[in-house]
């Protein structure tokens, strides 16, 4: 049985060239980037080069990237550490109600240390427009963290829009970038954004390990206390195989742009097409157009989510229901949900994102294995469609 990976929003393989880059660093110079020995200034050395790679890759200098461990220590440290160090200007913060729970559970913890939060609510089709987010602000607005990208359905958020005139009035701007680094082009410049998170593992590069965009001049307290690493913004030793792996993931994920936008969409516009043509009663969750060009969402009438993942896992297709974090939880989608998505269609709902490593064999696989096991598994349930 072939088997096809369409779920690249949870994590993506590594490229065979960030491997090579990094495994030297795991065996023969494996020095620690903060000695000053011979070993130690040769790991610094990939390490900075690493910098380079990946403020390039956002158009930003060097100095403002913080490596982290990941997405979730990135966004962590920029809503949490951006809003002690404004604490004494003001105590509101504005978001969205569709947000990764890593912005979500951030808000929610300042909210128990006395600050207020404002989740905006996004429309039906997932977006938010920016005069509700200008609406929202206030005097005592210190943040806005909004994503780029949704994880869950694609849609784009407003920061373009947005993130200048909130700079005009002085507030701190955050934005979620996981799902849109190496897919579409990011500028931090054009966003007029202070902070921005970014993952790894989400454009080819290994796992736990990320970075944090700090604008120069941006108030941010750290989370992590230890010996002054990184600008003493992020304690902790290095870890500089994954942070070279980091860097020429960025390096690649530059490179391949235009293949994001060219052929990985066509390929997911085919797949998406042929779905609902094949498939009755199948609708599309999200903005058609302003979107990621690698991710759909569709709600199949009639089938539950978790029950179709798995019997297209037993068919060898690996999609997902949602987000990864949510792995093994019952409850909906919080994305789907804040849309406003009636019950059923909140249920019946899969995400489905390829990469520039899916090919043509495997949408054609993916196909003729979908509408099959779509059709099951309401024979199953008893529902009938015309």
Known sequence: MPRVYLDNNATTAVDRLVLEEMQPFFLERFGNPSSIHAYGQEARRAVEEARERVASLISCEPPEIVFTSGGTEADNAAVI?????????????VTCMAEHPAVLRACEFLETQGYEVSYLQPGTDGAISPEAVLTAVRDDTILVSLMAAN??????????????KLKERGIVVHTDAVQAIGKVPVHVEDWQVDLLSLSAHKF????GVGALY????????????????????????LNTPGIVGLGKAAELAGRYLPEMEGRVRSLRDGLEEGLI??????????????RLPHVMNL????????????????QGVAVSTGAACHSGSVAPSHVLVAMGLPADRVQGALRISLSRLTTPKEIDTALAVIPGVVH??????????F
């Open 214 to 237: 700090v604008r120069r001049g941006t108030p941010l307290a750290p989370l992590l206390l230890g010996g002054g690493q990184e600008r003493g913004l992020r304690g902790g030793t």
């Open 204 to 207: 080819h590069g290994p796992k």
């Open 151 to 164: 994880n869950e359905t694609g849609v784009l958020g407003p920061i373009a829009e947005v993130g200048p």
């Open 299 to 314: 709600s199949f009438s009639g089938v539950h989510g978790e029950a179709l993942t798995i019997s297209l896992d037993l």
């Open 277 to 290: 043509s094949r498939i009755v009663d199948t609708q599309r969750n999200g903005h058609p157009e302003n």
């Open 376 to 385: 099951r598994l309401r024979e199953a349930a008893g529902v009938r469609f």
């Open 81 to 93: 550490g951006a809003a002690r160090a404004l604490g004494g200007r003001g105590r509101h913060i």
